[in-house]
């Protein structure tokens, strides 16, 4: 957590979450949440008004429909288009999630790759495909 004390914006440190109530107030429908602060500035005192917020790292993620998913001798591979060539070649991945009709890819692909979402079961390596205008 990033720790902003309300009186001085331009005072801050760090915080780790020590706990959360197990109940939210009625009410409000909050929790109470316990931070503990990480070498905290002089100006934190006990009673201080502060600005709480949660900074977490996001990393980019690549979902695709389940249909592009082709399931082979025990690995998990997709078809990628070349853009040169228009042939297919199999890529294989690891899959993060599966969730309903589609999943997360955790590796094995890169952003703007050209993937094959339908008909992966009758294809072959080399073959040539014609994608729609501007893909999918």
Known sequence: FEIVLQSLPTIKTQAKLREIAPQSEGATRTRRVKLTL???PTAFRLGSTITATRVA???????LPISALLEKDGSEKVWIVDPQSSSVSTREI???SKNGGSFTVAGGLEAGMR???AGVHSLSEGQKVKAPEGGV
């Open 115 to 117: 993937v094959v979402t």
């Open 94 to 96: 690891k899959v993060a």
């Open 38 to 40: 990480i070498d905290p």
């Open 57 to 63: 790292e996001v990393n980019p993620t690549i979902e």
